[in-house]
Structures are given as structure tokens and as C-alpha cells.
């Protein structure tokens, strides 16, 4: 058995705010495993870390800064000044281990290894011959390489599920942040390994929540990682276009086009039909490429999505009501990753999601952050990064 709590703070004194938040999380816990922990940008995040720890002493804690505010049960919870939420779980039969490294210019991949040995070794585990593989993981990183981070990470612990984000910031400009208690890094990756003696302690559901269109190509040129340049042989921009019965390319070139594409983005299929990952276009390039937030294969098919702002907002409430439901009982707490960008097109009608989410969890304490990047998975599928997408997690009972 778990027990949870939330606890937020928007006060402008970073020290007193982290010490808020992290004092209502506490309440009526005992044995607490671990601390998330979401923040604005407009935070010194290691002196909110510190403020966090002098109330949860000796707790682990793990999180990466949220786009624009998070969503407790209190509601959306926000300030221009900066605001922070704290998910604090505890419980007997769970054991936790987290670590983080910055990237500091190495492989992407071989950090992702180091972490996951380091996490294995917080938690007492063995770190070569027989790994004890966690029975789930968090991964939080900064946007751009999060499949070579979990590449690294698998490397060494093989597949267990995983569920997370990336950090975020209010702006795109690169001012995000992801930490563990010891650690703050712009570039990097932090993780959570979690062991629990009861079955069934974790359900995620990782969706888009789209609708397929009946508009889709194969990738026929991509460049590096995550440019997609052709469609069937098409400058991508001008296929996308078609698609979209757009005569003017305008509103796709630069930094148009991840606000056009908000609802009609781009989605591709697992091996089995079963998960669409949705890749978000971000920038339009004067060649009628665009940059994709997450990675492509060339020779794979790409459908182009949609949905309404009225279907993004109610897709967080249907969301929320079919992970209780596939978890089969009334969860200790929910995890709840949310893309920012997804949010940047409800706009103001954020208070709506915020209901919703309240009205599907009840009593369930819950914490949701703002991603520049999700990362789920899907039964028996390979863990997955997506953007514009949500994954919704379940923990305990």
C-alpha cells in the first residue's frame, strides 16, 4: 500500500516556496520514498532544492522545471513570479532509487548507462553480473536526445516500463532545467527505479488522443535525427500543405508551424498497430523541411492527426477516468505528464483541463507537469518518446 501527498506554493521567495510546497506534500506521511518535484523557470532551482530538502531530509527527489505552471488538486497553479508543485509518495514494499548526471558534452547514450548504474546502486541493487531489473522507471531529460538517453539506460537494465517528460520552459529558449536532490543540469538525464513487492503497482496509458486523418505518406528523406525533409518524394512542408488545403506556405515556415500544427500534427505507428506516437513539427525551414521534437526512420509511414482545442481539453479528463479504470482499483496517486505544447494550444481554457482532471481523480492526490517531450509505453511495445502527448500514470493502491 502507498499513500501520497501534493503540495504547491507560487510564493516569490524561492526558499520559502520550496519549503511550502514541500511541508503540505509531507502531511500524514510516514516512510516517505520519494519527492517529484515540477518548478518554474523563474526559480533558483538549487536553492529550491534545498528548501525541499530541509522539510523531506534524506528523501530522494526527482523532477525537471514544467512549462508555464502545474495542475494539483487545489487547481492550475501558476505565478509570473514562479511556482512549484510536490508529489511526495510513500509505503512499505517500495524501493526507490534516483540519480542524475549533466551531460556535459558526452554521449547521450553512455550517460544514460552511468545514471542507470548509479540508480541501481542508490537503491542497493548490484551493478554488473545479475541486474535486478526495476519493475518500472521515470526518466526526465532535456529535449533533443531523449531516445539515447533510454537507449543508454536499456543498455543496462533491458526493458522495464517507462514513464516521464522532458523539462521544460515558458519560452522554447532553452532555459530548462532537470534535477535530482544533488544535481541541477540544462543537459542531462535524471531517472527513478522503482521496486515493488505488490503486483500490478503501475499502469501507464501514453496516448495523443487524435484522430487518424486519412492523409498520410511515407518518409522518404530525413535528415540526422529529427528533420524530416520529403513525403513521398515531397518537400515536407509542401505535402503537409496538401493535407492541409493550405495555398499559402506562410503559415508553416519558422516558427509558425508549432502552432498551426497543435492540432493536425504528425503521428507514427508502433510494430503493432497499437500506440501512435505523435511528433509534434516545431520549425519550418527554408527548404520546406521541418524539425521534428522527436526522432524519424526514413521508410516509415507518417499520418497527419486531429483534433479540436475542445478535444485536447477533453481528452484529459477521458484520460485520466480510462487509466483508473485499466488499472483496475483506485490508485495511491497519479503521475501525470502533460505536453506543453498541447497546453500552449488550450490557452486559456487551462482551468477547464484543470476541472476535469479533479472530476475524473476525486480524491486521488495527483500532480501534473508541463513537458517539452512524453515518454510511455504501451503493453508489450518498446518504450516510446512522443510529443503533444500525454502519459498518464497510475502508482499503488
Known amino acids: ?17 520550496g519549503a511550502e510546497a514541500a511541508a503540505a506534500a509531507k502531511q500524514g506521511l510516514g516512510d516517505i520514498k520519494l519527492a517529484f518535484v515540477y518548478s518554474g523557470v523563474q526559480y533558483d532551482q538549487g536553492l529550491l532544492l534545498e528548501s525541499v530538502a530541509s522539510e523531506l531530509p534524506g528523501v530522494p527527489l526527482v ?51 552511468k545514471v542507470a548504474k548509479a540508480a541501481l546502486a542508490a537503491a542497493g541493487k548490484p551493478t554488473d553480473g545479475k541486474i535486478e531489473a526495476p519493475d518500472f522507471f521515470y526518466m526526465a531529460a532535456n529535449p533533443g536526445e531523449e531516445e539515447f538517453f533510454l537507449k543508454g539506460i536499456e543498455d543496462v537494465i533491458g526493458r522495464a516500463p517507462l514513464f516521464g517528460g522532458s523539462a521544460a520552459d515558458n519560452t522554447i529558449a532553452g532555459e530548462w532545467s532537470l534535477f535530482t536532490g544533488g544535481m541541477v543540469a540544462a543537459e542531462g538525464v535524471a ?11 503501475f499502469t501507464n496509458l501514453f496516448t495523443g488522443a487524435y484522430a487518424e486523418t486519412e492523409h498520410y505518406g511515407v518518409i522518404t528523406k530525413v535528415r540526422g535525427n529529427r528533420e524530416l525533409v520529403e513525403i513521398d518524394g515531397v518537400p515536407a512542408i509542401k505535402k503537409y500543405a496538401e493535407w492541409r488545403g493550405f495555398t499559402e506556405l506562410d503559415p508553416l515556415l519558422g516558427g509558425n508551424l508549432l502552432v498551426t500544427t497543435i492540432t493536425n500534427p504528425l503521428g507514427v505507428k508502433d510494430r503493432l ?20 521534437g522527436a526522432n524519424l526512420a526514413e521508410k516509415t509511414t507518417v499520418i497527419m492527426m486531429d483534433a479540436s482545442v475542445d478535444d485536447l481539453i477533453r481528452s484529459a479528463y477521458e484520460t485520466v477516468s480510462l487509466l483508473i479504470e485499466k488499472h483496475g482499483r483506485k490508485p495511491a496517486a497519479l503521475h501525470l505528464v502533460h505536453c506543453g505544447g498541447r497546453r500552449a494550444g488550450i490557452g486559456g481554457r487551462i482551468e477547464e483541463v484543470a476541472a476535469g482532471i479533479k472530476a475524473a481523480a476525486g480524491d486521488i492526490p495527483f500532480i501534473v507537469e508541463f513537458t517539452f517531450g512524453e515518454y510511455g509505453y504501451e503493453d508489450d511495445g518498446n518504450n516510446t518518446t512522443g510529443g503533444l502527448m500525454l502519459s498518464f500514470t497510475a502508482l499503488g493502491a
Open 63 to 113: 523532477g525537471n522545471t514544467s512549462f508555464t505552471g502545474v495542475i494539483t488538486p487545489k487547481g492550475y497553479i501558476s505565478s509570473d513570479n514562479g511556482f512549484v508543485g510536490v508529489l511526495c509518495l510513500a509505503g512499505g514494499g517500495l524501493t526507490v532509487g534516483v540519480a542524475g548526471s549533466p551531460k556535459d558534452g558526452a554521449d547521450a547514450r553512455a550517460v544514460g548507462a
Open 1 to 17: 500500500m502507498y499513500n501520497a501527498n501534493v503540495g504547491s506554493s507560487t510564493h516569490p521567495d524561492v526558499s520559502r516556496a
Open 273 to 292: 498497430g497499437e500506440l501512435t506516437a505523435i511528433r509534434h513539427p516545431m520549425n519550418g525551414g527554408a527548404d520546406l523541411s521541418m524539425a521534428i
Open 191 to 201: 531517472v527513478a527505479f522503482f521496486w515493488d513487492s505488490a503486483p500490478g503497482a
